[in-house]
């Protein structure tokens, strides 16, 4: 238990039977949340904190928001759960506005309950429409943790250990990410003219059967690190899958709705994919995500590998209704415009903070989705696991709660959040930053707080 955060008995009392019967990943000290408002949650001692990640990025509106509240409670009282084998008004509705929302021809959702389920749906598909069976993703990608998409994440190999044989037989992780920040050729954008995707190219030729149904891909790269690819990235990744004979996926779960200044991330570039996939913020914490392709991919894929894909919960009435509200809400209040107008001043505010610390490497990410880099120092750019978690629970000290991966930390508040509170955000932060430099605390312990940093790895 820390000595720097005071809690009540019950507060102790709660972490204790937490740590006990509740099998889960936690960062130190065990905070038990209880409410949360706008921006804010707050603790069961009434303590609040910057919620710096919308929940796991799903709650685009901040919690509570009085709209969905009215809608959640409304839909309780007429009908809650139903046999997958009929449909439900909001359903209907929310896949037609989710279309409405898409470029091209993307026209039909097949549901899900998990960004990882909606990913394996996409899968399903790919390999239904090509009689292929590699699927080919991109190095440092992350596409959910059941077992055919770990097979094709590549963020914490850690917690691949131990699976064996449950891992996917095909090949897998053949593109290297454009990660511009710590080059994997070597090389300078944009004089390298993305020699990247060549030699990726070159690995597809060598490590696959040649048997490609698709390429799965983050639109920008959030889990291995914020890695927001180059302009022409995406487009040539299309032609790569034309080329291959195979499908482009792109993964949107940490993205749509909004949060990078577009609905869409990948809209930001020149780019048509067959498949797109959407979970979190789409879903407002209901847990209703899903899969979006073309009509004619639908029809040939129908009834050829478990497809369509249904299940006990996919487009349920109660989250139906409610992801459908927040997407309204989000489209009427222009949401994507704030992200981008104030992801412009959160990273003025931040890149001050990258200025004046010699930890911080980097800041990457687009509209109201940045993450910092943490370094030993900005010459070597060693990633520093250590200064990272310490900086996250001072932060926390501050109340300000956030999501600390490896090196990695995120700023993904709600899309509603205010100039006034970016400013005391990042004050906080930069108190935190202080005493974490310092060297505060010194015993840092950060193997039990994350699956995706599960054993103290070497630098990467
Ligand atoms: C990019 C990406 N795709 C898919 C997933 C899996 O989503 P879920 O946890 O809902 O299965 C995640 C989860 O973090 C993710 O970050």
């Not at 570039?269 to 073309?294: E, Q, R």
């Not at 349920?316 to 981008?340: C, G, H, T, Y």
Request: hydrophobic letters at 40%; aromatic letters at 6%.
């Amino acid at each position: 238990m820390s000595k720097d955060f005071s809690f009540s008995n019950r507060h102790i009392d709660l972490m204790e039977r937490d740590a006990k019967t509740v099998f889960g990943w936690r960062y130190e000290p065990r905070i038990i949340l209880e409410s949360g408002k706008g921006v804010f949650v707050t603790d069961v001692d009434g303590n609040d904190y910057y919620d710096l990640t919308a929940g796991m990025m799903c709650m685009v509106l901040g919690h509570s928001h009085p709209e969905l509240t009215e809608t959640i409670r409304e839909q309780a009282g007429k009908l809650v759960h139903e046999s997958s084998w009929y449909s439900n008004p909001w359903a209907i509705e929310f896949a037609e506005l989710i279309t409405s929302t898409l470029p091209g021809n993307l026209k039909v959702v097949n549901f899900a309950v998990t960004g990882s389920e909606a990913n394996e749906i996409a899968m399903r598909m790919a390999i239904a429409k090509t009689g292929k069976h590699d699927i080919v993703s991109v190095l440092r990608g992350l596409h959910g943790g059941s077992l055919a998409v770990e097979a094709v994440t590549s963020v914490g190999g850690e917690r691949k250990g131990g699976l064996g044989p449950l891992m996917m037989p095909a090949r897998s992780n053949a593109i290297l990410a454009p990660f511009c920040f710590r080059c994997p050729v070597n090389l300078e954008y944009p004089s390298c003219d993305i020699d990247c995707l060549k030699l990726s190219e070159d690995m597809m030729e060598h490590m696959t059967s040649k048997s490609v149904a698709a390429i799965i891909a983050e639109s920008i790269l959030v889990p291995g690190g914020m890695i927001v690819p180059p302009d022409e990235w995406l487009p040539r990744m299309r032609k790569l899958a034309d080329d291959w004979g195979s499908l482009l996926i792109l993964d949107e779960a940490q993205l749509a709705p909004a949060r990078t200044g577009k609905l869409w991330a990948f809209e930001h570039n020149d780019v048509m994919p067959d498949i797109v996939t959407f979970a979190k913020g789409m879903s407002v914490g209901l847990a209703i995500c899903g899969t979006v392709t073309t009509p004619e991919i639908a029809e040939e894929v129908a009834g050829d590998a478990g497809l369509p894909w249904a299940g006990t919960y996919p487009a349920d009435p109660l989250p139906s209704a409610v992801a459908l509200k927040s997407l309204q809400i989000v489209l009427r209040d222009n949401l994507p415009a704030r992200a981008e107008k104030l992801g412009i001043i959160l990273r003025e505010k931040l890149d001050g903070l990258k200025e004046r610390y010699e930890c911080i490497g980097d800041i990457r990410g687009k509209g109201l989705y940045q993450m910092l880099d943490i370094v030993t120092d900005k010459k070597s750019k060693t990633p520093d696991y250590a200064m990272a978690e310490r900086f996250r629970y001072n932060a926390a000290m501050e109340g300000v709660i956030t999501i600390c991966v490896k090196n990695y930390m995120r700023v993904a508040p709600p899309l509603i959040i205010t100039e006034a509170e970016i400013d005391d955000v990042v004050g906080r932060l930069e108190t935190a930053l202080k005493r974490a430099v310092a060297g505060y605390p010194e015993d840092i312990d950060f193997s039990a707080s994350s699956s995706l940093a599960a054993r103290p790895a070497a630098a990467e």
